[in-house]
């Protein structure tokens, strides 16, 4: 049973993949919207990479037992895997080595609302791509506009990397860590107190960016913290409001006897906020993104 789920699973990814192959075509031609892809699924976008979805099937399979098994069919982690698999096997097939990585830093790097400490396998892994002159993002929506919190929360890479550049194993790597949700940048420096360094954001921002104003982005705030506590009141949450220079949200009350939120009443808060932002009048001026 599990070789011949295991050719099927390996034909849909190869079909698959000849779809994404032929829209990347229409891509470079400009018609696109011709595809048999943009046909068959309406709102599909345009595609960055090739992925190798076939091969990134076989290897995940190796790893996961996909078609071993006879009750609990490809799941969502599945199909993530093989398609994260099949990106990076598309990068490495199409140029051999990557530029620039990115991760994101709760559930990629480390559990959600925990740190990367000395102990983490990932840092071994991301001391080897920085050896290798590959440059590394961390992009996270945790938003601090002291280096001193992105240290707390990244302490073991960062003195990782400060005892590989003494070891000479590691020569002048490149690490930034892009926070609140594109609001705050700091690059590695090794002569900083917490081994990051503040870039001021005149030196990176947009010219989009450039033109948004204070008086929108307090409005913004303004329009999104109404909406939470207007959350909180009919969901009954046991929440305060924690309001920063370019963000607002809710966080648990500390009291030992506050009921803990449900994953229903934390959707149904942020498609509230999210709604209600997008019909304000700075919603419709600046970018901003609502989220759990």
């Given at each position: 049973m599990a070789p011949?789920?295991?050719?099927?699973?390996?034909?849909?990814?190869?079909?698959?993949?000849?779809?994404?192959?032929?829209?990347?075509?229409?891509?470079?031609?400009?018609?696109w919207g011709r595809s048999k892809l943009k046909l068959l699924v309406p709102g599909v976008g345009i595609f960055f990479t090739p992925l190798l979805l076939e091969n990134a099937f076989r290897f995940q399979d190796e790893q996961r037992r996909i078609?071993?098994?006879?009750?609990?069919?490809?799941?969502?982690?599945?199909?993530?895997?093989?398609?994260?698999?099949?990106?990076?096997?598309?990068?490495?097939?199409q140029h051999g080595s990557f530029d620039l990585i990115t991760f994101d830093g709760d559930v990629t790097l480390y559990n959600d609302g925990e740190c990367l400490t000395a102990d983490n396998p990932v840092i071994t892994r991301i001391l080897r791509l920085l050896s290798q002159g590959t440059k590394?993002?961390?992009?996270?929506?945790?938003?601090?506009?002291?280096?001193?919190?992105?240290?707390?929360?990244?302490?073991g890479l960062l003195e990782?990397?400060?005892?590989?550049?003494?070891?000479?194993?590691?020569?002048?790597?490149?690490?930034?860590?892009?926070?609140?949700?594109?609001?705050?940048?700091?690059?590695f420096d090794v002569?900083?107190?917490?081994?990051?360094?503040?870039?001021?954001?005149?030196d990176w921002m947009l010219d989009e960016m450039r033109a948004w104003t204070e008086a929108d982005i307090e409005a913004l705030l303004n329009t999104a913290e109404g909406a939470l506590r207007h959350c909180i009141k009919t969901l009954e949450l046991s929440a305060d409001i924690l309001r920063k220079e370019r963000a607002v949200g809710v966080i648990p009350k500390t009291d030992p006897l506050a009921r803990k939120f449900t994953r229903e009443q934390l959707?149904?808060?942020?498609?509230?906020?999210?709604?209600?932002?997008?019909?304000?009048?700075?919603?419709?001026?600046l970018p901003f993104c609502a989220f759990n």
């Open positions: 011949t789920a295991h050719r099927r699973y390996a034909e849909i990814m190869h079909d698959v993949e000849e779809l994404i192959n032929d829209h990347i075509t229409h891509q470079r031609d400009g018609t078609s071993s098994r006879r009750f609990v069919p490809p799941s969502f982690n599945d199909i993530r895997l093989i398609l994260n698999t099949a990106q990076v096997m598309g990068v490495l097939a590394v993002a961390i992009v996270t929506a945790a938003g601090y506009s002291e280096p001193e919190r992105y240290y707390g929360r990244l302490s990782a990397m400060s005892s590989a550049i003494e070891r000479k194993e590691l020569y002048e790597p490149t690490l930034v860590v892009v926070g609140g949700e594109s609001s705050y940048l700091f690059s002569s900083s107190e917490h081994l990051l360094r503040h870039i001021p954001r005149s959707e149904e808060t942020v498609l509230v906020t999210q709604q209600t932002v997008e019909m304000s009048a700075p919603g419709k001026v």
